[in-house]
């Protein structure tokens, strides 16, 4: 008898434990890094906190520089960290706010991974494009091809243009984004928005060769730690 009820104690006390543990975890979002986050809930805060600029539909430009979220060659280049770390801590200089608390936002950890599952709702199959050996660039020559080619959209040293195009030499966005991000996006552009690509057979207006992207993201690169 003595026993029995002790065990039963015991199994009482584990469980409620357990529940505690899983509440506290899933509240700061440990579960969902794991697991994936919700994306029904994603799609909630998406609508409050994100639509009025990036759109509803994902589609970008609602307000300002705002890009396409929904983009499927933008989805198939940026990692989950990449949409993590963006959103947590923003982009600064740009209307793009960090989210996270500890960067003055409004959301916790569970809040970003449901928002991360929820913007994958909009990947398509797109494969990554082929990326030539990323070799060593060179950012003299890839400032005066930036000016040339880039800057009429994106600002002279690559701050932004309001309607036009997103600060390119922000640091968030160098911090975030690895070689392979800036020269897929370069090269291959991003349909249906003005970025069009930049290498040469490809309908856009620039006709880069790759040693010359190589250069533009060693000139992008130049600036992530000067601003
Ligand atoms: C006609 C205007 C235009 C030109 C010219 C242009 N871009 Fe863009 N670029 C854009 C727009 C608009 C976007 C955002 C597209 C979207 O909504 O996702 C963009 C996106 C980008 C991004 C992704 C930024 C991010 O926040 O993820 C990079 C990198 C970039 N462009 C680099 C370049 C470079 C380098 C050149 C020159 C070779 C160039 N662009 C030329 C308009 C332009
Ligand atoms: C006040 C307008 C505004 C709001 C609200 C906003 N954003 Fe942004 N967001 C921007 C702008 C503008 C940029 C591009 C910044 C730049 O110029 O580089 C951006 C960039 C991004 C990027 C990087 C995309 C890329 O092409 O590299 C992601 C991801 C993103 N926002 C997600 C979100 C999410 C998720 C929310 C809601 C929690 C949100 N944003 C709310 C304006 C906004």
């Given amino acids: 008898m003595e026993r029995r009820s002790l065990v039963t104690v015991v199994t ?15 509240r700061y979002g440990a579960y969902r890094s794991w697991f994936g986050g919700d994306a029904e809930r994603g799609r909630a805060l998406y609508a409050f906190h994100c639509a009025a600029c990036h759109g509803p539909e994902g589609q970008g430009r609602v307000r300002g520089n705002a890009t396409q979220l929904s983009n499927p060659d933008f989805l198939a280049l940026a990692s989950d960290e990449f949409l993590r770390v ?29 928002l991360v599952a929820f913007l994958r ?6 494969p990554i494009p082929p990326m030539p050996l990323l070799g060593r660039g060179d950012p003299t020559r890839g400032r005066k091809l930036y000016e040339a080619a880039c800057a009429n959209c994106h600002g002279w040293v690559g701050r932004g243009e309001l309607g036009m195009g997103p600060a390119v030499t ?20 991003r349909r249906d928005t003005p970025m069009f690509p930049s290498l040469h057979g490809l309908s856009g207006v620039r006709q880069f060769n790759e040693q010359e992207i190589n250069d533009v993201v060693a000139y992008l690169r130049s600036w992530q730690n000067k601003q």
């Fill in 12 to 26: 009482v006390v584990l469980g409620v434990g357990i529940m505690v543990a899983a509440w506290t975890l899933s």
């Fill in 86 to 114: 963006t959103i947590a801590r923003g982009r600064r200089g740009t209307e793009m706010r960090g989210w996270a608390r500890d960067a003055g936002g409004s959301l916790n950890r569970a809040d970003i991974e449901d």
């Fill in 121 to 126: 709702t909009w990947q398509r199959n797109v």
């Fill in 170 to 189: 922000n640091p968030d966005l160098l911090a975030a984004a690895d070689d392979a991000f800036l020269w897929a996006t370069i090269a291959y552009g």
